[in-house]
């Protein structure tokens, strides 16, 4: 019996020796940085097996011994991975077990339109291209969506992903986003507003991101529109007869483009256009939703970024005469 209670010590020596020596010694590896995906699911040895096919030597029955061993076998995460210096297999365990993953990230900016955001994730290098080929009703289709229109739909933010995810389940979140902002923001606005449901308020707030030049115009900017709804004024707003030109747009807005009737042209139509304009912000949600109390009817810009607010249309026409005719 004693005989063999030191043969297991031994025993348990030499693996203990062994797997420290396996563990701990720097692997051969080509030159880095490598990068290797860990599929959702994966295996301990299914991993050494991706890890090795990289570039890194790592004999998977072995890294995962190693992994049993120390009770970590079972906490594999999954994603996108970079080894960039020589490294241990315990090394890659910690990192495989920490989720310490090498993402890539996609910013979408408030006041972007659909068409920006598609060409965006069309030039996303590290995204698995599936838009490409898809109609803007099979995308909402695919994510989810039931509204009519991609416009307006997804959330301005940084958004982080693995290199190989689905350009459409990135669009999943942004969209999912979105629609937690806009209802938080319809949950919490002024009872009182001329808007029948949270969609109108998502025009109306990707308007407001448009007109904004300084951010602390905003409320007022938000305010000025809700007036206008209320007394069945044409909203006449710049921008969304911009959107309603497409393509056709030069960057030069004429008299001719303000008087030619389309559906967002807010001169020649009265009420909201028929979709967003734009990808609101939060802050643009949220002064759509709680305008503050005002009688201001007209801005204008000053060309500093900020606007003159009035109340009657003589005083905007002053306004108009003192900052974008030059009579100062």
């Known amino acids: ?18 797997v420290s020596w396996f563990a701990l010694r720097s692997l051969p590896m080509q030159a880095g940085p490598i990068e290797f995906s860990v599929p959702p699911g994966a295996s301990l040895r299914t991993a050494a097996r991706v890890i090795e096919a990289a570039g890194i030597e790592l004999p998977a029955w072995q890294f995962e011994w190693m992994g049993r061993l120390l009770g970590r076998a079972a906490h ?18 910690n990192k495989l077990t920490r989720g310490d993953v090498s993402q ?10 659909f068409r920006d955001l598609h060409a965006l994730l069309g030039n996303a ?46 669009l999943k979140r942004a969209y999912l986003a979105m ?11 002024n009872p009182g507003l001329p808007l029948k ?47 309603g030109l497409g393509e056709r747009f030069d960057g030069n807005l004429r008299r001719i483009d303000l008087e030619t009737d389309t559906p967002w042209n807010t001169y020649t139509r009265r009420g909201l256009p ?14 759509a939703a709680n305008p503050p109390a005002s009688d201001k009817l007209y801005f204008v810009a000053r060309g500093d970024g900020s606007s003159v607010f009035s109340s009657s249309l003589e005083a905007h026409n002053r306004a108009v005469a003192n900052y974008q005719k030059g009579n100062r």
């Open 125 to 170: 290098p590290e995204l698995n291209h599936e838009m490409a080929a898809l109609h803007d009703d099979e995308i909402l289709r695919r994510i989810g969506a039931n509204e009519s229109s991609p416009e307006g739909l997804f959330f301005p933010d940084t958004y982080l992903f693995d290199k190989g995810d689905s350009d459409l389940a990135v």
């Open 179 to 189: 629609q937690r902002e806009l209802n938080a923001a319809w949950a919490t606005r």
């Open 274 to 287: 028929p979709t967003p304009i734009s990808m609101p912000g939060r802050d643009a949600l949220r002064a």
């Open 104 to 113: 890539s990230e996609l910013v979408l900016v408030e006041g972007r339109t």
């Open 76 to 93: 594999i995460k999954a994603g996108s991975y970079e080894v960039a210096a020589p490294t241990t297999a315990l090394e890659l365990l």
């Open 1 to 18: 019996m004693r005989l063999l209670k030191s043969f297991l010590i031994l025993a348990l020596l030499a693996i203990s020796l062994a």
């Open 197 to 243: 449901t949270p969609y109108e308020l998502l025009i109306l707030a990707s308007i407001v991101e448009k007109e904004t030049g300084l951010a602390s115009d905003r409320p007022q900017i938000a305010a000025v529109f809700v007036n206008r709804l209320r007394l069945g004024m044409p909203l006449q707003t710049d921008p969304s007869v911009i959107y």
